[in-house]
Structures are given as structure tokens and as C-alpha cells.
């Protein structure tokens, strides 16, 4: 049985209680590895490393820090192979997916941000008698706290912006996806990582995360996760007066016009409901479709769907693997459940799948299309986060922006329109941090990523994220 070891100081250390978690398998449901059940005394001494190291770190020259990062990122892409087995044996979604897009994304966030730094400037405001400029210092000791979806991908969209300014971390990946940010310690130690710069706690959310977001000497937290869970990290963080950057829920709108290439809407909306088993915060999850297309596009879509094969992760054919955990699993299930008591009527899947073999325990469903709900039903509402996707139709584009925009969320939004004036209407309207117009999941890394209302507050991304890790002091010369 693999153990996982906490990362502090630049060593692999066993949690302070001594206590450990099982650590599950999705695609089987068994237990195949142990996780630290860490709590405040392991963020403590998480705290004091870092502390230790910050003069180094910050005071490194910062092409020598970018240097360090590109070895990562490089490790990161020599080590695919066993990256991607890794994330595909902790998270339950198929190998292929590991392989064309949590790695390597996970590989590009280490190079971005390492390059990135060496072209961040800070601005100056000249009079005739006096010269303002301002100093962008690094905060200190900051808190990344990422979740399972996608679990390296998102644990280094935090870690590297907040390295490459110069801080020192300590990071919290979630307990139920931890292995490749354990594996990821190992090269970083190898990269030239000065110890402590990087701290990596494993444990629960609300033991370690906890301890993280209430640390007096952590200034800033960078979390990625549930409204919920946002909301209580606000709750803490706020009156201690924390840097805080919250990326929460979606309940993401899909809208699909009569006047869209409908070949290509339909293939891409499927995409955009069942990538990752539905498990990506950006998944078009509500799918509203204008009334004169609406059995052309369902024709189409589920025609998509029903290839969209369940299975073992490691099968090169599986498009859909498991869900992350029985308690996610028995969560879409209740909601398709639900579904069916708000009268809607299930398309396809629906249903819970025991493959043959090695995965007959593991936490599969078929993908789910529905239709016949409201669109402000709760199954309309509500964030799923699984492979559960509706279909509403619509007749004019004022009612369609109205029921996209009637839920507490706005991370992302697609449009599809060959309506130049509409399309650029339709996105100005939509309550959304992030629009796509005939496209789904492009992600420019120097782009403002992050939602509106109950989908988070502020944004990740291109210089925001070195913004957010950084503090500006502005200085003042008399000329
Ligand atoms: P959670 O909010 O449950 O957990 C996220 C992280 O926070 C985990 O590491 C978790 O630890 C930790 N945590 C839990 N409780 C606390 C606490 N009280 N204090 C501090 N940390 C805590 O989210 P999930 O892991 O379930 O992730 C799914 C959610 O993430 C969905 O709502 C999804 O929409 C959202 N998400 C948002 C994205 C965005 O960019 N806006 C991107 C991806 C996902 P543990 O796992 O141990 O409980």
C-alpha cells in the first residue's frame, strides 16, 4: 500500500497524529493508498519552514525562480506517463484525458508562470514635480487550497503564480485526489526547490484547510472549490483582513441558437456536459435550445451521447470513467432522482454502471440527458457536477438570457450563433466571468479567469494572478 507523506521543509514527513486516511480508487471503489490526516500542528510546522525560507525565495534573483519552475514544468512533461496514471488511478477519469490535458496543462502552469514573471512590470505616474511608482512585493506565507475535478491541473494553476512572485506555500490539495501533488514534491526537490518554499499538507478540508484559512501568519488564500466551502473560508478569512480569491460552483448555461452550425453545436455541446464525467466547473450543463431546432439538435446530441462509452480508465476506448468518490456518485444519482420527481423525462443514461472485471465496485452512471424540466427547477438550479445534462427549449433571445442568467451562479456561459451582432449582444448580457461564442473550454492562460455572484470573487489568470500574490506599494519622489 502506497503512503503519502506530507511535504514540509523539503521533506517527506509523516502527519503529526499519525493518523492516516484511505485513500479510494474510483474505478474500483477500493481502498489502494494512505493519506495523511494532517491537522493544525502539521500546518504549523508548514508555517515555520516557509517562514524560513520566504527570505531566499523572495530574494532570489527572478530568473534563477523562473528557472527552477521551467525544470518543472520539464520534469512534469518527461514524467507524463506516470502522471497521467497516477491522476487517472486517484480521480477515476480515463487515462487519455490525464494524458492530452491534466498534464500537460498541469506542465504549461509551471512554464506560463515562469515566464510570465520575467515581463511583469509595475506602472509609474510621472508629474513635473513628482514621480509615483509602484512596488509589487510578494505577500509572504499565501494558502492554495484546490479540489478533486481535476486535481493537478488546478493544484498548479495556484501553486505557480503564487512561486513565481516569490512566496512561500503551503498547499492543500483535497484528501480525495492527493497522489500527484505528492508526486510533484519529488521534482521539485529535483528542480533546485529551495526547502520550505513549497509546503504540501495532506488531510481534510476542515481540519487542514481550517487551520490554513485561520493562520495568522498565512496573508493570503487562493481557493478553488464548493460555494459552500467559499463561503466559510470568506467567513474566516475576511475579518483578518486576508487577500482572498475564490473560485466556486457553476451551473453553466449552454444556449443554442437556430441560426448555429448545428453539426458542430451538437458535437461540442456533448462534450461540454460529459468531459471528465461532467466533473469540470465549466461544463455546459444546462443546454437551452431555440424552439425551431430543438428535435434537430436533440437528434444530434444524444446521438453523440450514446457513443460516449462507459468504463475502466485505463481503456484506451472509455470516454466516461468513474466518479471521484461513493459519496459524489450517490449525490448525481439523487439528482437524477430528483429530475424524475420535477417531471422530467430521462433521454438517455441514467443509470448506474457495473463494468465486467477489475471495476464491477467502481462509481460509475451513464451519461444523463433530460428534458421537460422548468428551467428554475432546483435539477435546473442546482450544481450537479456529474454527467447530468438538460435540455430546455426557447423561443426569443431576451427569454433565453433571462433563464441562463436565473441562477445564483456565472462562472461560464457558451453561445452558439452564426450572428456576428448577436453573439456579441448575447455574451454582454450574460452574468458570466467567462464567455465562449461557437467554442467550449479554450483557455488563453493570459485571460481574467474566474465568476460572478455566488461563483466566486476575483480572477486567476495572466497578470491578475501575479496581481493577486503580489502587494503594491506605491512610492512617492519629490523631483
Ligand atoms: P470543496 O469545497 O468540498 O473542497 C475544495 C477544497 O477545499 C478541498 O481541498 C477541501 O478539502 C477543502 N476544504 C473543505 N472544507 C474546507 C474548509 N472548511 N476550510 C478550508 N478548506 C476546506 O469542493 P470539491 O473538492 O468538492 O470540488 C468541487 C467544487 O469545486 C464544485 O463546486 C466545483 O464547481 C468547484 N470548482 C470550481 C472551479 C472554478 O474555477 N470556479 C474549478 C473546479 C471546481 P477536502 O477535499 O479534504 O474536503
Same mark, same amino acid.
Given at each position: 500500500m ?12 509523516k502527519?503529526v ?20 490526516d ?6 504549523e ?14 530574494g ?14 520539464d ?11 497516477a ?12 494524458k ?9 502552469n ?8 520575467l ?14 511608482y ?12 484546490s ?8 493544484f ?17 490539495p ?12 519529488e ?12 509546503? #504540501?499538507?495532506?488531510?481534510l $478540508?476542515? %481540519?487542514? +484547510? *481550517?487551520? !490554513?484559512?485561520?493562520?495568522? @501568519?498565512?496573508?493570503? #488564500?487562493?481557493?478553488t472549490? $464548493?460555494t %459552500?466551502? +467559499? *463561503?466559510? !473560508?470568506a467567513?474566516?478569512a @475576511? ?40 466533473e469540470i ?6 443546454i ?7 428535435d ?9 451521447v450514446?457513443?460516449f462509452?462507459v468504463?475502466?480508465p485505463?481503456?484506451p ?9 461513493k459519496?459524489h ?12 420527481q ?49 435540455l430546455?427549449p ?7 438570457v433571462?433563464m ?15 450572428n456576428?451582432?448577436?453573439a ?12 465562449w ?13 474566474g465568476?460572478v455572484?455566488?461563483?466566486g ?15 503594491p ?7
Open positions: 502506497n503512503t503519502i507523506s506530507n511535504f514540509i521543509g523539503g521533506e517527506f514527513i502527519p497524529s499519525g493518523n492516516y486516511l484511505d485513500n479510494y480508487e474510483p474505478a474500483t471503489g477500493e481502498v489502494y493508498s494512505l493519506v495523511p494532517s491537522d493544525e500542528r502539521d500546518v510546522l508548514a508555517v515555520i519552514a516557509a517562514q524560513k525560507a520566504f527570505p531566499i525565495w523572495s532570489m534573483p527572478v530568473e534563477k525562480r523562473s528557472e527552477i519552475m521551467l525544470r518543472i514544468a520534469f512534469l512533461t518527461l514524467h507524463l506517463e506516470r502522471f497521467a496514471s491522476e487517472t488511478i486517484d480521480q477515476g477519469k480515463p487515462l487519455w484525458l490525464s492530452a490535458m491534466d498534464i500537460p496543462r498541469a506542465a504549461q509551471f512554464h506560463f508562470f515562469g515566464t510570465e514573471i515581463h511583469f512590470a509595475s506602472e509609474a505616474h510621472a508629474t513635473n514635480q513628482h514621480l509615483n509602484t512596488l509589487r512585493t510578494p505577500i509572504g506565507v499565501v494558502g492554495c487550497i479540489p478533486w475535478n481535476l486535481p493537478l491541473y488546478l498548479s494553476w495556484k501553486i505557480a503564480p503564487a512561486l513565481a512572485t516569490g512566496n512561500c506555500v503551503i498547499a492543500k483535497s484528501e480525495l485526489t492527493p497522489m500527484t501533488a505528492y508526486l510533484l514534491a521534482l521539485c526537490q529535483k528542480a533546485g526547490m529551495p526547502p520550505g518554499v513549497l509546503n #504540501i499538507i495532506h488531510g $478540508g476542515a %481540519k487542514v +484547510g *481550517a487551520a !490554513i484559512t485561520k493562520h495568522t @501568519a498565512i496573508h493570503a #488564500i487562493s481557493f472549490g $464548493g %459552500k466551502t +467559499g *463561503a466559510d !473560508i467567513r474566516t @475576511a475579518p483578518m483582513f486576508k487577500k482572498l480569491s475564490l473560485e466556486l460552483g457553476g451551473k453553466n448555461p449552454n444556449i443554442i441558437f437556430d441560426d448555429c452550425n448545428l453539426g458542430e453545436a451538437a458535437l461540442t455541446s456533448a462534450r461540454a456536459a460529459f468531459t471528465n464525467q461532467g466547473c465549466l461544463c455546459g450543463s444546462r437551452f435550445v431555440q424552439q425551431s431546432i430543438y434537430a439538435f436533440k437528434e444530434q446530441f444524444l446521438s453523440h450514446s457513443r462509452t468504463g475502466d485505463l481503456e476506448g472509455t470516454v466516461q470513467g468513474a466518479l471521484v468518490s459519496a456518485w450517490e449525490k448525481v444519482l439523487s439528482y437524477i432522482e430528483l429530475a424524475k420535477e417531471g422530467g423525462t430521462v433521454l438517455c443514461g441514467g443509470n448506474v454502471v457495473n463494468p465486467e472485471g477489475r471495476c464491477e465496485n467502481g462509481w460509475f452512471i451513464e451519461p444523463t440527458v433530460i428534458e421537460g424540466l422548468s428551467y428554475d427547477c432546483r435539477t435546473n438550479q442546482e450544481e450537479i457536477f456529474g454527467p447530468v445534462a438538460t430546455v426557447f423561443e426569443t433571445e431576451e427569454e433565453v433571462a441562463a442568467n436565473s441562477t445564483n451562479y456565472g462562472l461560464a456561459a457558451v453561445v452558439w450563433t452564426e456576428l451582432s448577436k456579441h449582444r448575447v455574451a454582454a448580457n450574460l452574468q458570466s466571468g467567462i464567455v461564442i461557437n467554442c467550449w473550454m479554450v483557455r488563453d492562460l493570459r485571460t481574467p479567469f465568476g455572484k455566488h461563483s470573487v476575483g480572477r486567476e489568470g495572466g497578470f491578475e494572478a501575479l496581481k493577486f500574490f503580489t502587494e506599494k506605491n512610492v512617492c519622489v519629490k523631483l
